[in-house]
């Protein structure tokens, strides 16, 4: 492993990362992680990320309500605490709205509040601007790890598992696009999704996880940067794949599947393994939540989906892209 940053999986958004950092640049004095990662490591063990969250981008003001703006915008960030399995310590907090604007900033920064008091964090700073357009609201995580899990560590004959039900974020937003009104189950798996903070430093001390990373983009994405990363293949069975319940519901396995691939915003962990580690039974006793192995770690490159009739093809895509050409917003926020 280096101390330069990771390579990303596929799509538009993470060349345009490529092109704006020198990932092979030496880093500052006391940086011991910087760009590529879920977030940058420095000396002493404290782990850094940033999340920017943007009305019309990532949620819809008729949505979810003004405090669900701010514990949505914060769980992001903490979700890059977990993906590295680190302990919370604070967020700083940068708000810009309009002054005389349709949300309570008072609400929104107690939902921020809410979703740090959860894992243990608090809200140490910030910022506070005017701005004439949208709502944006930016948050940064600090932690602390003394054995911070990377994206790059990942083994040809590893496990690949994942926490919880993956589709239901991103079918909640198809909903609403087509007009309708989502179930409760698909509306909260928007509107408060967890941070799994405490499954992740177990998954790091007790599973000893060879790489992890949270489920933002999607697990085709987001395993994408994993095998990047770590210059292997993954190859994902989409007959594991633990999709949401309240997702098939409404659209089906085959649609349903779909968002669990390529939507997104579920916040959940992927995390590679070597074989025969993980006890699904006594992860869900002891926290409440499933763990499900989807696939494979071999030589090789890329993501590879073994799809439910027996098929094999390679994932030339990644997750969701916020600079894709085409407007991915009308599947799935940002």
Sequence with gaps: MNNRGSRFGPGAEFDLITRLHDFDSSLPPGVSLGPGDDAAVLEGGWVVSTDLCVEDVHFRREWITDQEVGYRAATAALSDMAA???VPVGLLVSIAGQREGAFDLEQVQAGIADAAVKVGASVIGGDISASPGPLMVDVVALGKSTSPVRRDGAKSGGEVWVTGSLGSSAAAVRVWR???TPTEALRSAFATPA????EAL???????AHAMIDISDGLIGDAGHIAASSGVKITLSALDIPVGRAAIDHFGRTEALRDALAGGEDYELCFVTAPGIVDPLHFLDRYGVTVTKVGSVSEGEGV???E???TLSGVV?????HWAVEDR???REG
């Design 84 to 86: 590295m399995a680190a």
């Design 304 to 306: 590879w989906l073994k």
């Design 308 to 310: 439910e009739d027996g």
């Design 329 to 331: 917003v009308t599947e």
């Design 178 to 180: 087509d007009g309708g």
């Design 195 to 198: 941070a799994r903070v405490n």
């Design 317 to 321: 895509r990644g997750g969701f892209d």
């Design 202 to 208: 177990y998954i790091a001390k007790d599973l000893f």
